[in-house]
């Protein structure tokens, strides 16, 4: 048998603990999401909201 350090969790999009293994636990996690509310929260952070795309093409072009 083998064993590994760590633990697996799953977490919200706020990174709030759902459901998590101990360290000596072994299986599968399994969680619902609410998306809608994942999707919302993605949205209010602002991250998509200022790309500017138009300017990725001068970033790439050889010189």
Request: no cysteine.
């Amino acid at each position: 048998q083998q064993s590994f350090y760590g633990h697996s969790f799953i977490s919200d999009e706020w990174g709030d603990l759902i459901e998590e293994f101990g360290g000596s636990e072994s299986g599968s996690l399994i969680a619902k999401l609410d998306l809608d509310r994942a999707a919302k929260h993605r949205a209010g952070m602002g991250f998509f909201r200022d790309r500017r795309p138009q300017l990725y093409g001068r970033i790439a072009e050889d010189i």
